[in-house]
Nanobody, 121 residues
Framework: QVQLVESGGGLVQAGGSLRLSCAAS????????MGWYRQTPGKQRELVAT???????NYADSVKGRFTISRDNAKNTVELQMTSLRPEDTAVYYC???????????????WGQGTQVTVSS
């Protein structure tokens, strides 16, 4: 089994910062791309940032210059440093990882349980 466990959400005032962390554990051969997505009630889950195992990075336009994604390949972790937070960043943030459990298995997509980020104005 594979688990993604997130931490670091919470309540912050506009202009503040938060750091989200996610650790992948379990039966893992290789972790490929990792990333963060977010979702608000009634809306589709949207991409925030992704990072490949080679550290190629992609950000949503709405967070460029404010959020920084990073990963530790040795620990199978991914982090999202969020600065200059805005009320519109309020959402449940989900960690995502494309993981190969065995060399002979295909890559599967895994999600964390989600962590709430609330930015007050």
């Amino acid at each position: 089994q594979v688990q993604l466990v997130e931490s670091g959400g919470g309540l912050v005032q506009a202009g503040g910062s938060l750091r989200l962390s996610c650790a992948a554990s379990g039966s893992i051969f290789r972790v490929n791309a990792m990333g963060w997505y977010r979702q608000t009630p009634g809306k589709q889950r949207e991409l925030v940032a992704t990072i490949t195992s080679g550290e190629s990075i992609n950000y949503a336009d709405s967070v460029k210059g404010r959020f920084t994604i990073s990963r530790d390949n040795a620990k199978n972790t991914v982090e999202l440093q969020m600065t200059s937070l805005r009320p519109e960043d309020t959402a449940v943030y989900y960690c995502n990882a494309a993981i190969q459990r065995r060399a002979y298995l295909t890559i599967q997509n895994y999600w964390g349980q989600g962590t709430q980020v609330t930015v007050s104005s």
